[in-house]
Each structure stands twice: as structure tokens, then as C-alpha cells.
């Protein structure tokens, strides 16, 4: 992606669209759209230089509330629309959005590949543990033994954790944010516009219909400073302000109180440490362990767009622009004479 | 084989033996899948194309990469016949069989005529060979093949023999045997050497003593047809009258790949192909991913929907956007066809149609998904088909499915198959100039842009590149309000919409030539075809209107909209037949739309029509009208 000084100073409201939005009254979704609509005019991106792809789902109607390019897909299929796109479109800034159903059920294939060849997307999951558009069946992130319509006696299904499958498939930058957190979900998503390859954010999202509070514990007064740990790279991970850290011993995370073992036991995050580490990290949840917020991994390896373009660039040098005269006559070929 | 009245001639080449003149010939060359068939039938395609003769060509192998040594089920074939006419398909029943082994015998002889050339590798014919396939070891021996002239050749003896000297392992050494067999067909039919020298000189660059070892076993297999006194005639086959010009040998996938590169050329553009390997389209992937030069960027895929994706991606970014797949992933791709059709953005998708339903026969030629081209999709979803005729024709058609999926907007559906895809004939390499040009414009004007505003001729809405300042907009799977684009749940606007979108496709009537017609525009009986069939059809018709009867043929290249000489061709005759492989998809078509008693003529063994089975079923039908014809 190549940032460009745009001409015109770009403000949130050149980022807003006519169209009504249509999610429930109280749905996380209004502010993360908020939030894109402040950060998109920071990135010092020209405004048609942004593509919004997204799938299906209530989160997939992101891009009609965005204005720059977009395209309202089909289920689950978003990350490939948005490769073959960015792949001949380098120079776009491309941002998939998607859901917990959308994204980890029938599109699981497509965002995981992504993941894995590090295309340079910035892929948005909004995961609120819940299908929403269909009205309120479990998903693939959905807690054991949650009842929902499709599971009246409780789900028996495991659910995935996004960023474990993130980090399975090889991402480059895994980041988590909350949909109440808007500072910090700004500053992800700067982070995220930055990064060079795929960048995963999973935002934590409130649905008021089917599943309310699903992240309250981490997101709400009074309960979020037990729970909730935003990591800072090269800072130690303190939380419950400050008094609490956590201290990673051969990737077991433990929680430990502050004053009693010295802010310098506490263990130091590092983006770039080891994918063990990143791994028990994303990983920590209540009610033991507090939840992670912020960059949790980034690391630094070649786009497949840039890999690719590059061996256009080689053949080109190396061969010349092709000719058509050239390809039609290449191949054994005789002549017949008149 | 057919001959000519020539007598035999006293040839300076012909080593002191008689030599008989041939109209065509059709040789199979048949072994194991690991023995090299294929790539002896390519070589002896390319030096019969060189020295001048028309030709058509039929591999046919199993699906499995190494199939048990020895058993019929891994049996390889490739079949050619040339000649010195017009030739339009490989031939019904070989002339000449080559056969490495008892289980290549056991499997095409039944597909011998009485007097057929059958030559054998008797070093293969060993007791536990012939027992695996069910043969007596005595086969060679007994009355098996007294129908047939059969040469008995130690082919493995002559190639360990003619590679004493070589520092090969006697496992390599074996492996050139085929040469031997194409060194031996070569001089049987009077063909030069020096093609195939010169081919292993070039394949073999980094490997001399490899490029050496074929080229002495190639020599050594023709010197052994020189001096032994079995074959006592040789063949010649004069050159066929071929339009004058540079040709050039080229399979349905090849000519499909070039195809796509030179289209988005004529658009100015580059190509980006998304795909998922497939059998028997796999080709087109592996051909366009050597044309990074062109611009051309291909994507695996993780899967066959991806491929597609990918591709719709590609093409609302602004690029010639095509996908390949066969059947079954022509099934996966039905959601996002609609996607591409509701979002009126330009893509081909190319099905090499294979045997079905379901994996089916992945290496076998059917034509069962026309159906499925027409209608496989949600919602009312139609879009243009476009199906190619022949191996060469499959060029052609790619740019015409990228002329009509850029003009019109709208996804384009390419049918070949894996006959044609597979199949090879030589190619007449068009001048750049005579090729047809794809003027795309681009809106960039950003007063009164409205994203399906269409044009009033084509009903296209403006294509727009990502990236063009001051065009933002959205476009989805949801119906869209005509002119603006934006969401619509409208009664009246999504049945205005389905009926637009259905009318752009059948304008484009309007813009496309006539079905070809060999023959007559009225007579006793038109045989309607469509696709890879159009060389036996073609063949076939010209063996029944010499004989006298009032037969034509008509071809569908356009199948979806159908040109505008269909609806008259179809009333001028007695009686119509389609002739498809398949149970009568297209003849199902016609009788929709055109209420004509067609009468189907159809076959679904994952071959391809025999010109002869043709013949028989039409003679059989004109004599008795009212039967169905069903082969």
C-alpha cells in the first residue's frame, strides 16, 4: 500500500454515506463504524484509494455506511474477493470485514489462507459470539454448552478462539479490541492500516438482541480492570491499574500482584517474541487470567501481492513487455506455402 | 485407413520395398501410463503436422498418475489420424495399434477393424503379464489375432541392444523404448527423423547423454523397420491442401491460455486468472502462469470458490478477470456467479466439461453440463454461453467471451471439454491485425455517474476502476435500484431488474454471426450440435450427404443467446436432431424454445462420437422417422 499526501484533507464526514444504517439500536457495530470514520481520514490515504469488502452477516453491512469503494459480498468469501483485488490493485489500502460466522464458519478456508501467504489486507472480525442476521443461533465462537434456538438443551460444540487460528495460520499481526474500548480500537486500527501484510483484528462486540454482555466482564466498569490487560510493546503486562501483572513462565501465564514481586518480575511484551508466547497470550481468559487487549503479535515477512507483483516486474525486465506478435508465433511451428 | 488408387510406387526411399498410397490414417499408440505414450503421440503429431497432413488427435488416459503396472487400468493412449484431406476427428477405429504390453492389446482390441496393423512388444508378453489381464500367454501364438497383420517386435531387446555401449542403468535404458516404437512408426510411414532429434536436442540441453540415448533408440527403431523383411510395405500419406500460412500444434487448453492472454491485450488490460487445479483444466492454469511478462498474474487458490472470487476481486478492481475450472467445480462456483451477475461485473468462467455427475469420470469428455452453464444458480440467473468447437477454436473463443463479458457486463460462460482440451490439431496463427479489437472504456467522469445507469444499446452499466477519484460507490449481492445502485427491496424495481438483466443477455443476439451450417438450409434432416462435437458432426455429414442424402449440419458456438438463423434452420427440415454427449440437454433447450420436435441423438460413455455411429443412427432415423435415436 502506498501512502499518499492526498491533495485534500480528508474529515470523518467525507467518510459517511447516505444510506441509513440499519443495525439495532445499542449493536457494537455503530461504534466501530464510528471509529473507522475518525481513523480513515488519518492514514493520509486519498479516499478512492479505500476498498471495503465484506461478506455476509451484520457486520457485512459495513461497507454501505462507508464511502469509499466497497463490495457487500457473499458469505464467508470476502478475504478471496479481496485478494484478487489487492493483487492487481497493490497500491489499495483493502480492509475485509467479517464475523464470528462469517469469517470463522463457512468463510474459515478463505481467512485462513489469507492469513497463511500474508496478502496485505487489513481483515476486520467483528466477533460477538453469536449469529445475529439469522436471528440468534450459536456460532463457531459461541461458548460450550451455550443455549441458543439451535441448541435448546446447550451447544456440545468447541468453540474456535480467533486469534489461536490466526496465529495457527501464520499471521503476520494479530491484534484484539473491544467495541467499548474506542480509543484503543482507533489505535489498533492504525496500527492495523500500517502493517505491511495481513493484519488480524478481532473486535469484541456487543449484540443487545441475542447476546448481551457477552464482554462485559472485560469492557464494563467495575468488573473490566479484573479482566481486561492491554499490552504495549516493551512494557510490562500490568493490569487492574497496575497493581496486578502477569508473569509468563515456559508460556504459563500466572497472575501476580505487583508490589509483592517488583514491576521488573513482570514479563516485558514483545511483538515480535515468540509465537508460544503470542499464542498462551491471546489465549488467557477469565476467570483466572485476564483478557488481552491491543497488538499482540507483528511481525515482519513479504506480502504475497508484493511477491507477486515482483515477478511480473523481473519477467518484465528480464524478458520485455510481452508481444502478442511473439506469443502467437511461439511453439514449434512450420509454414505451408500457397 | 482409407486408400487411394495409386498403384505402388517405386520410392528412391522406400529401402527396395513397395510403397502404398493412404488418404488417412488413425494409429493409437497404447501401454502402460508409465511408457511414455503420450509424449510418442505428440511427437509423431508434430512431425506428421510438419511434413504437411491435416490431422486431429485423442489421448486418452486413466486418472490415476501410476495405476498398478501392467492392468488394463492403467492403460495410456493417444490416438491420431492424418491425412492428405480434411481431417475433423482423431478417427473411429485405428488403422495401426501400437501395444506395449498385454493389457494396451486387451484393452483396444475390440476397437479394431479385420486387417488392422497391430504392432506388439512381444518381450512384454511374459506369462505373469498376459495372466494379469486374463490373457493366454500364447496369445501371439494361437488364432486371437488372426483377424488382424501383426508385427511381432522385441521392442525392450532392439532398445537394451541399441544402448550397449551406454552408461545407463538398465531401468533407463528400458525407458526409451518408446522411441523405438516411434523411430518404427516413423519409418513404416515414411516420416524424417530430425523433428524429434531436434526436440530431444532441446528437452534434453542439460542432459546430452539422455538426448543421445532416445535419439539412438529412435534411429535404431527405424533401422530395425529398414532391414527386418516383416514389413514388407510401407505408407505414404501426401500432404492435405492447407490454407497457406504459419501453423503452429496446439491443444483446447493451450489455445484456451493464449486465448485469454491476447484478449486482454485487444483490451489493453492485464489478465488475472483465479483457480483451483482441476482435471482436465489444470493446463490453462499451468500455460497462463508462464506469462507473467504479459502482465497476466494467476492465483491458486485455496479452493475452487476462491478461484472465482478472486477473480470477481480482479474484476471489480478494473482487470480482465477469467477462472477455470471442469464440472463439479463449476458446481462450487454457482453462488459467486450470481454475485458476478447481480453486481453486472465482467468475468469468464471456463468449464472443460468432464464425465459427471459428481467426481465421475475426471479424465473422460463429456458434455452434461450445459444444463448446468444454462441454469446452475440461485434466482434468476442467466448469463451468455459460449461453446468452443475444436481445439484451435478455443483461441478464438476466449476472446469472444472477453469481447462479450467487457462489452455487456456480465459474467460469460466458456464451455470446452476434455476432448477438445486435450485434444490437438494444427492451428493457422493469426495475424495480430485480423484479430478482433475489445475497446473497453473505463468511466472516469464523475458528473452524473450512477452505477447501473445503463446503456441504451447494450443495457451495460459504466465499469469503473477502483482507485478513480470522485466514483466511490458500493455495489452487492443485494437487488440494486436501477440507476443508483443503492439497496433496493422494491417489488416493482427487482422484477424490472430481473428482466433487465435478462435482456442484456438476449440482446446480445444482436451481436453475434450464424450458426455455421454445412450443407443445405433445408432438407430431410439437420443435425443440431454444440461444442467439442463439431469434427464428427461435420465428418459425419459429409460421409451422409455423399451418399446422397439431404442431411446438414448446424453448429452452436453461441448457445446462450442462440443466433438468429437457429429458429429458421430448425423449422426447414424434416427432421431435427441434436447430437450431444449427454442425455439431450440441448435438445431439451431447443423443444423449450422453439416448441420443434427435436430428436436426440446421444451417447455418455466419456468418449467421443465415432463418425460411423453417427452415420449408422442418422441412416437408420431418415429411414424410419419416428424413432428417437437414442444411441
Redesign the interface.
Known amino acids: 500500500m502506498s501512502v499518499a499526501t492526498p491533495l485534500v484533507k480528508l474529515s470523518r464526514n467525507d467518510f459517511k454515506?447516505e444510506?441509513e444504517v440499519r443495525w439495532c439500536p445499542g449493536c457494537g457495530d455503530y461504534a466501530i463504524l464510528a471509529q473507522f470514520q475518525k481513523v480513515f481520514p488519518t492514514l493520509g490515504i486519498?479516499?478512492?484509494?479505500?476498498?471495503v469488502?465484506s461478506g455476509?452477516g451484520c457486520s457485512s453491512r459495513f461497507?454501505?455506511y462507508m464511502?469509499?469503494?466497497?463490495?457487500?459480498?457473499?458469505h464467508g468469501?470476502a478475504p478471496?474477493?479481496?485478494?484478487?483485488?489487492?493483487?492487481?490493485?497493490p497500491?489499495?489500502s483493502v480492509w475485509v470485514i467479517t464475523g464470528d460466522g462469517d469469517g470463522l464458519s463457512i468463510g474459515g478456508?478463505?481467512l485462513i489462507?489469507a492469513m497463511r501467504r500474508n496478502i496485505d489486507l487489513n481483515i476486520v472480525l467483528f466477533n460477538n459470539q453469536i449469529y445475529g442476521l439469522t436471528k440468534g443461533q450459536y456460532s463457531p465462537t459461541s461458548e460450550f454448552g451455550k443455549r441458543t434456538k439451535s441448541t435448546p438443551y446447550g451447544s456440545v460444540d468447541t468453540p474456535f478462539m480467533p486469534l489461536s487460528v490466526a496465529l495457527g495460520a501464520e499471521a503476520s499481526f494479530i491484534a484484539r479490541a473491544a467495541d467499548r474500548e474506542q480509543k484503543l480500537l482507533g489505535d489498533i486500527l492504525t496500527e492495523a492500516a500500517k502493517h505491511k501484510g495481513t493484519s488480524f483484528v478481532e473486535i469484541y462486540q456487543n449484540c443487545p438482541i441475542f447476546n448481551d454482555g457477552a464482554f462485559f466482564n472485560i469492557t464494563e466498569k467495575g468488573t473490566k480492570d479484573d479482566n481486561q490487560l492491554v499490552v504495549e510493546h516493551g512494557k510490562p503486562l500490568v493490569f487492574n491499574k497496575g497493581k496486578q501483572g502477569v508473569i509468563f513462565d515456559c508460556y504459563n501465564p500466572r497472575v501476580v500482584n505487583v508490589d509483592e514481586v517488583g514491576l521488573e518480575a513482570i514479563t516485558i511484551h514483545r511483538e515480535d517474541g515468540p509465537l508460544g508466547y503470542h499464542l498462551a497470550l491471546a489465549r488467557m481468559h477469565g476467570p483466572e487470567l485476564p483478557t488481552a487487549l491491543g497488538v499482540i503479535r507483528r511481525v515482519e515477512r513479504p506480502s504475497y501481492d508484493e511477491l507477486?507483483?515482483a515477478?511480473?516486474e523481473?519477467?518484465?525486465d528480464?524478458?520485455?513487455?510481452?508481444d502478442?506478435?511473439e506469443?502467437?508465433?511461439?511453439?514449434?511451428?512450420?509454414?505451408?506455402?500457397? | 485407413m482409407s486408400t487411394d488408387t495409386s498403384s505402388p510406387m517405386g520410392d528412391p526411399e522406400s529401402n527396395g520395398r513397395s510403397v502404398e498410397s493412404l488418404e488417412t490414417v488413425a494409429i493409437r499408440f497404447a501401454g502402460d501410463s508409465g511408457d511414455g505414450m503420450q509424449l510418442t503421440g505428440t511427437q509423431f503429431t508434430?512431425t506428421t503436422?510438419?511434413v504437411?497432413n491435416d490431422l486431429a488427435t485423442f489421448p486418452d488416459y486413466p486418472a490415476e498418475i501410476r495405476a498398478p503396472a501392467g492392468t488394463v487400468a492403467g492403460v495410456s493412449g493417444f490416438q491420431i489420424q492424418f491425412g492428405s484431406l480434411d481431417i475433423h476427428t482423431p478417427g473411429d477405429r485405428p488403422d495401426v495399434l501400437v501395444a506395449m504390453n498385454p493389457a494396451a492389446l486387451k484393452v483396444n482390441l475390440p476397437t479394431l477393424e479385420p486387417g488392422a496393423m497391430i504392432f506388439v512388444n512381444t518381450d512384454a508378453f511374459d506369462a505373469r503379464s498376459c495372466e494379469k489381464v486374463d490373457m493366454p500367454e500364447t496369445v501371439l501364438e494361437d488364432d486371437t489375432l488372426h483377424a488382424f497383420r501383426v508385427f511381432k517386435v522385441p521392442f525392450t531387446t532392439l532398445t537394451r541392444g541399441a544402448l550397449e555401449e551406454s552408461a545407463l542403468t538398465t531401468r533407463e535404458k528400458d525407458r526409451c523404448k518408446n522411441f523405438l516404437a516411434l523411430g518404427l512408426m516413423y519409418f513404416v510411414f515414411g516420416r524424417p527423423l530430425e523433428?524429434t532429434e531436434k526436440?530431444l536436442d532441446q528437452k534434453f540441453a542439460k542432459k546430452p547423454d539422455m538426448a543421445d540415448a532416445n535419439k539412438r533408440v529412435l534411429r535404431a527403431g527405424f533401422n530395425y523397420g529398414v532391414t527386418t523383411e516383416t514389413i514388407a510395405t510401407t505408407y505414404k500419406v501426401a500432404p492435405a491442401p492447407?490454407?497457406?500460412?504459419?501453423?503452429?500444434?496446439?491443444t483446447g487448453n493451450t489455445a484456451t491460455a493464449?486465448g485469454f492472454?491476447?484478449a486482454a491485450?485487444?483490451a489493453d488490460n492485464?489478465l488475472?486468472l483465479?483457480s483451483y487445479p482441476i482435471t482436465p483444466a489444470s493446463d490453462i492454469l499451468h500455460e497462463l502462469s508462464k506469462?507473467?511478462?504479459?502482465?497476466?498474474?494467476t492465483?491458486q487458490?485455496?479452493?475452487e470458490?476462491?478461484g472465482i472470487?478472486?477473480?470477481?476481486?480482479?474484476?471489480?478492481?478494473?482487470?480482465i478477470?477469467i477462472t477455470t475450472t471442469s464440472g463439479p467445480g463449476l458446481a462450487l462456483k454457482g453462488?459467486?456467479i450470481?454475485?458476478a451477475i447481480m453486481?453486472e461485473l465482467p468475468l469468464v468462467i471456463v468449464n472443460v466439461q468432464r464425465g459427471g455427475p459428481s467426481t465421475g469420470l475426471p479424465t473422460k469428455t463429456e458434455q452434461s453440463d450445459l444444463l448446468q452453464a444454462m441454469y446452475g444458480r440461485n434466482g434468476e440467473a442467466p448469463m451468455p454461453v459460449v461453446a468452443a468447437a475444436t481445439p484451435a477454436d478455443c483461441f478464438d473463443t476466449a476472446i469472444e467471451c472477453v469481447r462479450l463479458a467487457t462489452k455487456y457486463m456480465t459474467p460469460v460462460m466458456m464451455l470446452t471439454d476434455g476432448y477438445i482440451a486435450n485434444g490437438a490439431e494444427p492451428w493457422r496463427?493469426?495475424d495480430?491485425e485480423e484479430l478482433p479489437k475489445i475497446p473497453v472504456q473505463f468511466r472516469t467522469e464523475v458528473e452524473d455517474f450512477k452505477p447501473y445507469e445503463r446503456d441504451v444499446v447494450t443495457l451495460a452499466r459504466p465499469w469503473v476502476?477502483?482507485?478513480?477519484?470522485?466514483?466511490?460507490?458500493?455495489?452487492?449481492?443485494?437487488e440494486k435500484a436501477e440507476g443508483s445502485g443503492?439497496?433496493s427491496y422494491d417489488p416493482g424495481n427487482h422484477e424490472h431488474m430481473i428482466r433487465r438483466r435478462a435482456e442484456k443477455v438476449d440482446r446480445i443476439a444482436n451481436d453475434i454471426p450464424d450458426a455455421e451450417v454445412i450443407g443445405d438450409t433445408q432438407g430431410d434432416l439437420l443435425i443440431v450440435g454444440w461444442g467439442g462435437t463439431y469434427g464428427a458432426l461435420r465428418a459425419a455429414t459429409t460421409v451422409l450427404r455423399k451418399r446422397g442424402h439431404k442431411v446438414s449440419h448446424m453448429h452452436l458456438r453461441h448457445v446462450h443467446p442462440m443466433p438468429k438463423n437457429v429458429e429458421p434452420m430448425l423449422r426447414s427440415f424434416g427432421t431435427v436432431v441434436a447430437a450431444e454427449l449427454n442425455l439431450g440437454q440441448l435438445r431439451h433447450i431447443l423443444r423449450e424454445r422453439f416448441l420443434v420436435d427435436v430428436k436426440g441423438l446421444n451417447k455418455v460413455q466419456g468418449q467421443p462420437f465415432m463418425v460411423s455411429e453417427i452415420v449408422s443412427k442418422i441412416e437408420a432415423l431418415l429411414g424410419s422417422p419416428s424413432q428417437e435415436a437414442v444411441l
Not at chain 1, 486519498?46 to 476498498?51: C, G, K, L, V, Y
Not at chain 1, 464511502?67 to 457473499?74: K, R
Open positions: 454515506t444510506q486519498p479516499r478512492e484509494q479505500f476498498a469488502i455476509i461497507p454501505y464511502n469509499t469503494y466497497g463490495f457487500h459480498t457473499i468469501r478471496a474477493v479481496a485478494t484478487g483485488l489487492k493483487i492487481m490493485n497500491e489499495l478456508n478463505h489462507h507477486v507483483n515477478q511480473v523481473t519477467e518484465i528480464k524478458k520485455g513487455r510481452g502478442l506478435r506469443l502467437l508465433q511461439s511453439g514449434h511451428r512450420w509454414t505451408v506455402e500457397g | 508434430s503436422a510438419i504437411g523433428h526436440w492447407i490454407k497457406p500460412g504459419t501453423y503452429r500444434q496446439v493464449i492472454v491476447a491485450k485487444l492485464d488475472f483465479g506469462y507473467k511478462h504479459f502482465g497476466v498474474r492465483f487458490a485455496e479452493d470458490i476462491a472470487a478472486s477473480a470477481i476481486g480482479a474484476a471489480f478492481g478494473g482487470s478477470s453462488e459467486a450470481g454475485l453486481t496463427v493469426p495480430v476502476k477502483v482507485g478513480t477519484p470522485g466514483l466511490e460507490h458500493r455495489i452487492g449481492g443485494l443503492n439497496v
